[in-house]
């Protein structure tokens, strides 16, 4: 069996960590959502919130019983080994984003030889979506419906 974590801060979980996420199910027997507490970031959600953001969005799908959502922080190779994944799961967007995850699997490597890293490209839909983005327009007073699951925009919509 084989278990995959898809890291991140997810603040918060938009379209495009759920296609991610989506593909990734295809591909592995088990998929780990790890959510990454960061106190140092300023964010709009607390860590516990975003872990049960992403929560309620897988189980909106129904896909809950191959998925698990944990919060971490530390080295993502060591929560990895924690939890049992020999893969990491990773979305590129463009070529910043590859850069940046190439350098990232290239440092984990060299941590644990023993994980792999997959990186799954953005479909089209979801090229532009980030959440530093999706941030900055929720808290304009932008409407995000369409870049997040319904979930997560009730719970920006309650920032207000």
């Given amino acids: 069996m084989t278990i995959a974590l898809y890291p991140g801060t997810f603040d918060p979980f938009h379209n495009g960590h759920l296609d991610i996420a989506q ?5 592995f027997d088990e998929l780990i959502i790890g959510v990454y507490d960061q106190p140092d970031k300023k964010l ?4 516990e919130e975003r872990i049960a953001l992403v929560r309620e969005v897988l189980r909106d799908l129904g896909v809950d019983g191959r998925t698990r959502v944990a919060g971490y922080s530390g080295l993502t190779v060591n929560f990895a080994r924690k939890v049992g994944a020999s893969v990491l799961i990773r979305g590129l967007r463009n070529s910043v984003d590859f850069n940046f995850e190439l350098q990232q699997a290239q440092t984990n490597h060299w941590l644990a030889a023993d994980i792999e890293v997959i990186c799954l490209f953005a479909n089209a839909p979801n090229h532009f979506l980030s959440a ?11 409407d995000v419906t369409a870049l997040v699951p319904a979930s997560v925009a009730r719970a920006l919509r309650q920032l207000k």
Wanted: proline share 0%.
């Fill in 44 to 47: 709009l959600f607390s860590h």
């Fill in 132 to 142: 530093t983005l999706i941030r900055q327009i929720a808290t304009l007073g932008g």
């Fill in 23 to 27: 593909r990734a199910l295809a591909l």
